[in-house]
């Protein structure tokens, strides 16, 4: 990229691209295939010197991966490792610095070039506080295992303005792509973090291959334009100066070298801002939910539901996929929309639907998006509601998520007669108003309750329950 000149390192520059290296799979023995081998092998020969890893990435195994097929074959000052704190596993402050040696000891390396916090959002925000998560890592960045310190960052410019108060940053890691420009808010995120002057690096941005499957008037008009569709997501970055990388997911080397062709090719004209909007009105014209975000329905509602913003989530999920972080609509529409502003909290009063210039039953499509958002985070078929609602059920787990379990099913006018959990403690007490059973109990009295599994422990659980011959529900 032309643009790219990065003066945050005092080596040399960072290449403009980087490599992301989640999407790769691993095979059985931890290794990922010669064809991927290749495509790191070809970045890194193309002059692309910045490697994105994380803690988790393909199973745990992407620091050891950028280990063997960089740290182990080139000087280490010929490229720059991106790494992140998994700041989900922190319970306590001194987990940082335990976690951040595995990395070092992975990756094989002494130092880490960009060190980033993992996917902050308000939650994770308040546990960077609560542990003191920057003492630590300024600390390791006095004493030089840290080069340059930022954060990936999922949620709106009001949290990120509290997150960029909170330290002075190095850098920024934002999900942008033009879809997200147009019809989210990752342009009001990238202006804040341009005002503030803290350089931008770019993740997702082909959607996590969102944007690829795209409907097929759109291709064509990009066909016309002589666009691929990778090629006009990617050249969207080229007119954004404060971008400094930007992440590519390629898994192989035709798909890199395309990438690179088009990051280092000329810039597309600022008149073709007409074609990234059109392209993404031809997106939403074909969502399920004909809503065009006016905004009328809002001053009318009387319960402050944020519709258009419940509706563009439902309608993404459809057109463009889930984001590659969630698991599920479920998890996206949780996490996504803030508690208060969410379709369970429409009260069904008709006011909205009077003001909607698009005719839309608001409260019954309401309704039905967050029935598909609650049947996908509950794991289960929406044929089971039918069940549930005559059955009496169990949650199985009585913890956080017990509880969220219970407060969906009572919102789909489903109601729990007991929660069930291993921990004997627990037995006997009484979680948000329901008694919590031994699995003895329950299995002794397995024929009247179907269960539901409410616990991180999925799988452990069911195994345990199919054994002892309960009905669980999916
Ligand atoms: S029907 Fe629901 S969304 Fe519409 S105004 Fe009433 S409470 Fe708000
Ligand atoms: S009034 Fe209708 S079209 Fe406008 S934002 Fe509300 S639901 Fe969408």
Known sequence: MGNIGIEITDRPIVSGMGLG??????????????????????????????FDSGFEYIKGTSESIIKSELVDR??????????????????????????????????????IDFYLIHAVNNRYFEMIKQYEVMDVLSEL?????????GFSFHDNEEVLEKVLDHYSWDFCQL??????????????????????????FVMEPIGGGRLINLPEEAKQLLRNNGFSPAGFALSFFKRLENVRVVLSGSLKEAELEENIKTLCGKKIKDDKDDLYAEIVRMIQDKSPVPCSACGYCLKECPRKVDIPLCFQKYNDSVMLG??????????????????????????????????????????????????????????????????????????????????????????????????????????????????????DFLERNKDEYYVLISSTHYDAINEQLEKSGINVIN
């Open 21 to 50: 290296i989640m999407r790769f799979k691993a095979d059985t023995d931890g290794r990922i295939p010669q064809a991927a081998r290749s495509v790191i092998k070809k970045a890194y020969e193309s002059g692309i010197n910045y």
């Open 74 to 111: 080139y000087p280490r000052e010929t490229f720059f490792i991106a790494d992140k704190l998994p700041i989900w596993k922190v319970t306590k402050k001194e987990d940082v610095k335990n976690l951040f040696e595995i990395q070092l000891e992975r990756l094989g390396v002494g130092y």
């Open 141 to 149: 960045k006095d004493k030089g295992y840290i080069k340059k310190l």
């Open 175 to 200: 999900q942008i792509n033009y879809y997200d420009w147009y019809a989210q808010h990752a342009k009001s995120n990238y202006e804040l973090c341009t005002r503030r002057n803290i350089p931008v």
């Open 322 to 439: 889930i984001p590659s972080q969630y698991r599920n609509f479920g998890e996206f529409y949780f996490n996504c929309i803030p508690v208060e502003s969410r379709a369970e909290n429409c009260i069904k009063c008709g006011k909205c639907a009077k003001r909607c210039p698009q005719s839309i039953s608001i409260p019954n499509q309401l309704s039905e998006v967050y029935k598909k958002a609650a049947i996908s985070l509950l794991g289960i078929k929406e044929e089971s509601l039918g069940i549930l609602k005559e059955k009496k059920v169990v949650c199985f787990g009585s913890g956080n998520m017990g509880r969220e379990y219970k407060n969906i099913l009572e919102r789909l006018g489903i109601s729990i007669t007991y929660f069930c959990d291993n921990s004997k403690a627990k037995w006997g007490t009484v979680e948000s108003g329901i008694e919590v059973i031994s699995p």
